[in-house]
């Protein structure tokens, strides 16, 4: 059934599902007990409204059928629509016509990757540079890049801690995921914080940042440099 928009207005965008499901069986995920295999839906002119330029895709692992992820992109581009993957997307799973895809589609928000083990860094750093290859600047990957750095709990902080220093020496985000039903210690709370506040993340290292009035002169620089961007 194509969503009434109406209900929502404050919304901006068509939002929906193309696939369900996912072929991954991470053990934090709910995923595959909720919806199973991935598996195709409706095409998103089914969802569609004219009255937007925007488009928000809430399926789980969108590259895990890259044809149909090539098919629903090119529709997209045809229509002249800006693109978010909320759930973001497996970059295990990008080749080069994956990559060049993703330099070719405009985004409305973040484009999203997961960096959830610190046993995928080989191939983590190898997708990287293939997103460099067709065309992503140091620039672009700052501007548009991020990945979800999942921390299960305290136990994996400096894994969480190495994985941040790491994208942000490739020139991408990290915005850290905790999971909810462990205690959230004060250093996760710093961490989570540090990488969410972007201007600290690209100014400051973990080990500096402190909260609020603990560190006066990150709050300082912080502030210089929202002021400098909103005036620039």
């Given at each position: 059934m194509k969503p009434d928009y109406s209900l929502y207005p404050k919304n901006n965008a068509i939002i929906g599902f193309s696939s369900r499901g996912c072929f991954r069986k991470c053990y934090f995920c709910i995923v595959d007990q909720k919806e199973g295999q991935f598996r195709r839906t409706d095409h998103p002119e089914k969802w569609y409204d004219p009255a937007f330029n925007k488009i928000t895709f809430l399926d789980n692992n969108a590259l895990a059928?890259?044809?149909?992820?090539?098919?629903?992109?090119?529709?997209?581009?045809?229509?002249?629509?800006?693109?978010?993957f909320t759930q973001g997307?497996?970059?295990?799973?990008?080749?080069?016509?994956?990559?060049?895809?993703?330099?070719e589609?405009?985004?409305?928000?973040?484009?999203s990757f997961a960096w959830d083990d610190i046993k995928d860094e080989r191939v983590i750093k190898q997708k990287i540079e293939l997103l460099r290859q067709v065309g992503f600047t140091n620039n672009m990957l700052r501007a548009r890049v991020q990945f979800y750095v999942y921390v299960d709990s305290d136990e994996q902080y400096e894994?969480?801690?190495?994985?941040?220093?790491?994208?942000?020496?490739?020139?991408?985000?990290?915005y850290v995921m905790f999971n909810m039903d462990n205690e959230r210690t004060q250093r996760i709370k710093d961490l989570q914080r540090w990488s969410i506040r972007k201007l600290l993340f690209w100014l400051h290292d973990i080990d500096d940042y402190k909260k609020d009035t603990q560190a006066p002169e990150i709050i300082e620089s912080f502030n210089r440099a929202a002021g400098a961007k909103a005036t620039g």
């Open positions: 059928d890259p044809i149909w992820f090539l098919e629903i992109t090119d529709w997209c581009i045809e229509k002249k629509l800006k693109i978010w997307l497996d970059v295990r799973l990008v080749d080069i016509k994956i990559a060049k895809r993703l330099y589609i405009r985004n409305h928000r973040m484009l894994s969480g801690v190495y994985r941040c220093r790491e994208l942000k020496k490739l020139n991408c985000n990290a």
